[in-house]
């Protein structure tokens, strides 16, 4: 660190060849970095989907991923004046209506052109 | 007693008095700046929460006589020839109330308890549901480097292009830990620069991504993410935390602090300190770092041509950063057959959630009915990530 009459300026010059070195290097790092957190992530991700399924298993004993939808299906409470259509989960109907209201306005289409199936609170 | 006498030794030691002083007429420019500054934080909404406070910052500082922040302490401080290098005793007991807020900035702890907050209000579960969208966070990082080249281009040392090129980054608190550390000199342009293209990020996004992607590229619905589990939540944080420290450990502070503040959020047992670090923790930091930062642009190192090319590299930085998210968009776009929409490149700046948004809004006037939000919130949390590796590599370069 030099001092100048404006206050102090931190570090010393750089050579233009020496800064693309330097960004250049630093760009990789970012993407290195990255690429083995993913990796890192990924790896975790499948573990512990592994263990889920293994542990799933013995409940359920269809392969099948959508049975326990269809049950949830099975159910799920009908949202009154939808003619039997729309299924709510975890949701109540004042929060559904709400929802499609949103989802109309912001596609810009009158909500009776749009066909709604089920609505479930993610979790 | 000589009346005559006294009323002028008390003119000339008032502050108006100061103003009519050689070289007064900068402190004038800089409560002028402070008003601009105010404006766009009220009126126009830019960042208010931190401008606001930026911008009186600025305004108690170059109110002439108030003795609030010494900036010829911390140069000593900062001197290593001098007997008060590293003298938080000397800062303690000749400072003012914002020199003394200042040690809070100038240790670095205000951007980490940020981080901290900032933690506690993220959802990591897009971008455990879809890791592809790291890269994003990864390429967005461009206009740093970019802006970095273009700062040594106009003179600037290599300290203080790196702090300048982490304005790219488009994360506060990131943008002045570097600068606090490698160029505390610039640290007020920085802080400017960098809430103030936060806040502008829906007016300058908007035609790079129209101008980079085509109608067909932004109609594209994206499917619908993944559940992620709980429990993947709740090690998302450790492992990051730890991969990343061991990576590169000078991200430590950064990164330990954001994935702290995630872990009180996603364990479910910590609710009252994860709300106690989104609300409370958040706004007290929050206000000591606005006033604090501001009071660095005093009026003797803040009127001078680098605080405009700070401003200009800014705003190149941020442009070049979008650039780098879209172009690998349009990349992944290509690789996964038309599944990916590119628009969420541009959301890797980092700016939680502005950038999101921006992707959502531009993907939805293409195709009504595309909701990019959830999506575009990956790369979006990628990109704090991205920025905090990318400063913790300038930090281990140059610090």
């Known amino acids: 660190m030099y001092n100048t009459l404006a206050g102090q300026v931190s570090g010393t010059p750089m050579q233009l060849g020496d800064a693309a070195l330097t960004a250049l290097m630093g760009y990789a790092i970012v993407f290195l970095g990255i690429l083995l957190l993913v990796i890192v992530v990924v790896i975790v991700s499948r573990i512990m989907t592994a263990g889920k399924k293994k542990a799933a298993e013995p409940t359920t004993p269809a392969p099948n991923r959508d049975a326990p939808i269809q049950k949830l299906e099975s159910t799920a409470p009908k949202a009154p004046g939808s003619a039997g259509e729309l299924k709510l989960y975890d949701t109540d109907p004042k929060t559904a209506a709400m929802l499609m209201a949103i989802v109309a306005d912001k596609m810009g289409k009158p909500i009776n052109e749009l066909r709604f199936k089920s609505i479930r609170e993610v979790k | ?399």
């Open chain 2, 1 to 399: 007693m000589d009346v005559l006498k006294t009323l002028e030794g008390l003119w000339q030691d008032s502050g108006f008095g100061l103003f009519f002083a050689e070289g007064g007429w900068k402190f004038i420019v800089m409560i002028l700046v402070a008003c601009v500054l105010l404006y766009l934080g009220i009126k126009k909404k830019f960042e208010p929460l931190l401008l606001v406070g930026i911008a009186f910052g600025c305004l108690l500082a170059n109110l002439p006589g108030a003795g609030l922040y010494h900036p010829d302490l911390w140069d000593d401080f900062l001197n290593q020839g001098s007997e008060f290098y590293h003298s938080y005793g000397r800062i303690l007991t000749e400072g003012g109330l914002l020199d003394i807020l200042y040690i809070g900035v100038k240790a670095g702890v205000y951007p980490c308890l940020i981080f901290i907050g900032v933690g506690a209000m993220t959802d990591f579960g897009p971008l455990i549901a879809n890791p592809k969208t790291f890269f994003l966070g990864a390429a967005a990082q461009f206009g740093v480097f970019f802006a970095f080249m273009g700062a040594i281009l106009l003179g600037f040392t290599g300290n203080q292009a790196a702090s300048i090129g982490i304005i790219g980054g488009a994360d506060g608190p990131t943008a002045i830990l570097t600068a606090t550390t490698l160029a505390p000199e610039l640290l007020g342009a920085i802080a400017i620069a960098a809430y103030s293209y936060m806040a502008l990020i829906p007016m300058i996004q908007p035609p790079i991504m129209k101008l980079l992607t085509t109608e067909k590229e932004r109609s594209v619905k994206m499917e619908q993410l993944r559940e992620v589990s709980k429990t993947e939540k709740i090690v998302f944080p450790i492992v990051v935390a730890g991969f990343v420290i061991l990576l590169l450990p000078s991200t430590a502070p950064l990164i330990g602090s954001l994935m702290f503040g995630n872990l009180l959020k996603e364990t479910g047992v910590t609710e009252r300190l994860s709300d106690t670090a989104q609300n409370a923790l958040m706004n007290i930091v929050t206000l000591f770092l606005g006033i604090s930062v501001g009071a660095t642009t005093v009026a003797s190192r803040f009127l001078n041509p680098q605080t405009l090319y700070i401003i200009l590299l800014g705003l190149i930085a941020f442009c070049f950063s979008t650039v780098g998210g879209l172009l690998v968009g349009k990349l992944m776009y290509k690789l996964s057959g038309g599944k990916i929409n590119p628009l969420i490149g541009s959301a890797g700046v980092s700016a939680v959630p502005m950038a999101a948004r921006v992707s959502q809004m531009v993907g939805q006037k293409a195709n009504p009915s595309n909701f990019l939000l959830m999506h575009a919130m990956g790369p979006n949390v990628a990109g704090v990530i991205g920025s905090a590796i990318a400063a913790g590599f300038m930090l281990k370069v140059f610090g």
